[in-house]
């Protein structure tokens, strides 16, 4: 998923694990370059878009957690790992595209110029359908 896709919690109330399982998602990946990103944002923006980062950091940080080996899987939810995967000099939508290419993986996001590279290179992309529900392209 990238950095856009945990505001979606914050900003619409949809719980996006839960959303990506009923589409059969178990195992999420999410780069350390969308959550030192999202970190950054956190600190910087203000107003609801503040808040919704944060709440998109704290669930976040829930799931990793609770998927480390000293700890169980939250119960019945998709296991949730980090992705230390690092590219020298690409920008993070470069990077999720190219991590999505070589794992043959789904991206969750709402940026349009995103879904756009997405597209062009045959990834699957889930997106936020009606503000309430996440759907599949491609």
């Known amino acids: ?3 856009n896709a945990l505001f979606i919690p914050g900003r619409f109330g949809v719980d996006i694990f839960e959303e990506l ?3 059969g998602y178990r195992h999420i990946i999410v780069l350390k370059a969308v959550m030192n990103e999202l970190d950054r ?3 910087d923006l203000k107003g609801k878009d503040k808040r919704a980062a944060n709440v998109g ?3 976040l940080l829930r799931y990793l957690q609770h998927n480390t080996p000293e700890q169980e899987q939250i119960p019945g939810r998709c296991k949730v790992t980090l992705d230390v995967a690092d590219v020298g000099g690409m920008n993070t939508d470069d990077l999720i595209v ?3 290419v070589k794992k ?3 991206v969750l996001t709402i940026d349009e110029p995103l879904k756009r590279k997405l597209t062009k290179a045959g990834i699957v ?4 359908r009606g503000k309430s529900r996440l759907e599949e392209k491609g």
Do not use: K
């Open 21 to 23: 399982e009923r589409l």
């Open 98 to 100: 190219g991590v999505a």
């Open 57 to 59: 950091y704290s669930i």
């Open 1 to 3: 998923m990238d950095t």
């Open 41 to 43: 944002l956190r600190l």
């Open 125 to 128: 992309t889930v997106y936020l």
């Open 104 to 106: 043959n993986a789904a």
